[in-house]
């Protein structure tokens, strides 16, 4: 069987392969809500406990009849959770890609006294950079392993933009057209330029024209070990790319520090920056060949909010699925300076933390000393591992594959329950219990709606 045809087997069937290292190093998640209540604040039996997915946690809030009133019993709901890294062998920080200061797990900078303090967002990990220099001007936990969404779909392009002729045509086939997850709407028998495809690949994240990317590279196969050699050429050693698309797999992982060197390398060719900054186009119809029904050609947008809202923006590439939440590879240019930031592990998929970074970015580059640099590709080796230590518990199991659902393959694109970047509750859901908690009263009734699928 192809690995294709064991790629779709697996998206039916659950599955979690473990990883045991003796000598791993964690990073630390945001604290689980009830952690941030503290004691005093927690209730003491919430009720009901709704059953939660495995990448959300359990929030509790006081229900009161009227705002003056003290709570008469609790609410519980679903929120998103920061996912928890991978652990990994822990590394010598002399050997880290980048600088040994990369090797830490918490936010890393050296700003000059005065130098307002970096913004705080609910990202596990992000690193902001110049794009033009490689220097890292703030980080936090760079090299921590996280799953990549749709931001791998950066290295797919990267890969195979400079492999594809942009007039060639594909022909879509019943499993590209039923691919898992954001699809644009290809029609299984007719054909679509690979300049359509990349258009639709990174505007609005299909994963269908993703699979007809890496069939018209040579196959599923060797899309991903061209990728794969792709990200060791540059020095992303953090990087396993297991699905073009950028869909969980087991085994599929990145870091911010990594996805920083496949944005930059990515921003160098010049077809990648036109399809990362178009802000609408038309992807072709079809015709379907059982019904015989006839699609028109329909348009597309970018899905980049960053794109739409914060000025200067030139790209990059948004990402979520439940495991990862939200990932983001975004760049900008102000004043003759381009910056670029990249994002993992978001539950609020919001445009305005990057604006953020980038805004303190343009505003102290000139008043901060590197932290570390993007290797150029060819300059680095992978980081070696330190050769004792206290062991620590085995890697997180990885997941099944398979998790996002379908929506419709027809024309007219459709996001799937995983892919397209709408904020979603977040920290600011929590921190409003919080302070209802803390105080025991509250303006009013206190809602906070599920966060819904994609």
């Not at 709570?71 to 652990?87: G, L, R, V």
């Not at 920056?273 to 072709?284: A, G, H, K, L």
């Amino acid at each position: 069987m192809s690995t294709r045809g064991k790629l779709w087997r697996r998206v039916c069937a659950a599955g979690a392969v473990p990883v045991t290292l003796l000598l791993t190093t964690g990073y630390a998640a945001e604290p689980a809500a009830a952690a941030r209540l503290g004691p005093a604040a927690a209730p003491a039996a919430p009720h009901p406990t709704p059953s939660c997915q495995e990448w959300q946690t359990v929030t509790h809030a006081p229900q009161q009849p009227r705002p003056s009133a003290s709570p008469t019993s609790w609410t519980a709901w679903c929120q998103n959770a920061p996912p928890k890294p991978f652990d990994h062998a822990a590394w010598d920080p002399k050997t880290v890609v980048g600088g040994p200061l990369l090797a830490q797990s918490g936010v890393i900078v050296n700003a000059q006294p005065g130098v307002a303090a970096l913004p705080e967002v609910g990202d596990v990990s992000y690193v902001l950079a110049d794009l033009d220099t490689g220097e890292v001007l703030a980080a936090k936990a760079p090299h921590a392993w996280l799953r990549p969404a749709s931001t791998l779909k950066t290295l797919t392009a990267l890969t195979l933009i400079p492999r594809l002729d942009p007039k060639q045509v594909v022909v879509a086939t019943s499993e590209q057209v039923a691919a898992n997850g954001t699809r644009v709407g290809m029609v299984e028998g007719n054909p679509y330029p690979v300049q359509s495809l990349f258009q639709a690949l990174l505007m609005v994240s299909a994963n269908d024209a993703a699979y007809a990317l890496a069939d018209a590279a040579g196959g599923y196969d060797q899309a991903v070990a061209l990728m794969n050699a792709k990200a060791t050429e540059i020095g992303a050693f953090d990087t396993v790319a297991v699905d073009p698309s950028g869909l969980d797999e087991p085994g599929q992982h990145s870091s911010a520090y990594d996805l920083a060197l496949i944005g930059r390398a990515a921003m160098a060719l010049p077809d990648f920056r036109t399809y990362i900054t178009m802000r609408d186009t038309v992807f072709p119809g079809g015709t379907d060949k059982g019904t015989k029904q006839k699609y028109e050609p329909f348009h597309i947008p970018n899905i980049n909010d960053l794109l739409a809202n914060y000025p200067g923006a030139i790209g990059i590439k948004p990402g979520r699925t439940n495991r990862a939440q939200h990932t983001f590879i975004g760049a900008a240019t102000r004043d003759g300076r381009t910056l670029l930031v990249t994002q993992m592990g978001s539950t609020s998929g919001s445009w305005k933390p990057t604006a953020a970074l980038l805004d303190w970015g343009f505003a102290n580059a000139d008043h901060v000393t590197p932290v570390g640099r993007l290797v150029e590709p060819g300059d680095a080796a992978p980081p070696r591992p330190i050769a004792d230590g206290a062991p620590r518990s085995a890697a997180e199991a990885l997941p099944p594959a398979g998790s996002a659902e379908s929506g419709t393959p027809r024309p007219g694109w459709t996001s799937g329950t995983v892919e397209r970047p709408f904020p979603l509750p977040g920290r600011g859901a929590i921190q409003g219990a919080v302070i209802v908690v803390g105080l025991l009263v509250g303006a009013g009734a206190y809602r906070i709606r599920r966060a819904r699928k994609r």
